[in-house]
């Protein structure tokens, strides 16, 4: 790490861009098996939201690996990597008022945890994309399970590599027995208790 660098503090502040967006902003971060439905759900809300007048933005796992990451792999120090890089544009998000949805796997907890602590309370909500990895698996939409079963994949998560649930979400979305619009509905409840929108 270089020690030439000073941080150099922005003129706007992130109270100053939540106070002309007129909401909190925050990630949620949406955590699930391939397959559970984290960014059709995370991009529902997205465009619910927005026509509520909330800014948002969703960072989703496969196009962050088309660029900002895509010099990483998936052995578990690349997936580290990949969730801590995500971690640092998510909190620029944050800092500029927004409201942002991540949408990747994150097996690890310990992983979450470390964007977690790089957040302020209340700026980091976990987000568990429940489903049982059978139905996860009957879904495939994109073939990655029948290629981890053929041995074509190493290192997939639910087959061949660990995911770790989380312990304590704050919030839990089960797509296997509710439909995208109602996990929207759901996620957007929980904002109005919040008094985030």
Excluded at 44 to 62: E, I, M, P, Q
Excluded at 174 to 186: G, R
């Amino acid at each position: 790490m270089s020690t030439n660098i000073v941080w150099h503090e922005q003129a706007l502040t992130k109270q100053d861009q939540r106070a002309k967006n007129k909401h909190h902003s925050a990630v949620f971060w949406f955590t699930g098996l391939s397959g559970s439905g984290k960014s059709t759900v995370a991009n529902a809300a997205a465009k619910r939201l927005h026509d509520l007048g909330v800014n948002t933005y969703v960072l989703d796992g496969d196009n962050i690996r088309h660029g900002l990451n895509k010099d990483l792999g998936f052995s578990d120090e690349d997936r580290k990597e990949n969730i801590r890089r995500i971690g640092e544009v998510a909190k620029l998000f944050v800092d500029s008022g927004q409201i942002v949805f991540t949408a990747f796997i994150s097996p690890f907890q310990e992983d979450r945890e470390t964007v977690r602590q790089l957040l302020e309370k209340d700026e980091f909500i976990e987000v568990f994309v429940s489903c049982p990895l059978e139905e996860c698996e009957a879904r495939d939409p994109k073939g990655l399970y029948q290629k981890a079963r053929a041995g074509q994949i190493p290192e997939f998560t639910g087959i061949s590599s660990p995911y770790e649930a989380p312990a304590a979400p704050e919030l839990v979305l089960e797509t296997n027995l509710y439909s995208v619009d109602e996990c929207v509905d759901q996620l957007i409840d929980f904002m109005k208790r919040k008094q985030w929108v």
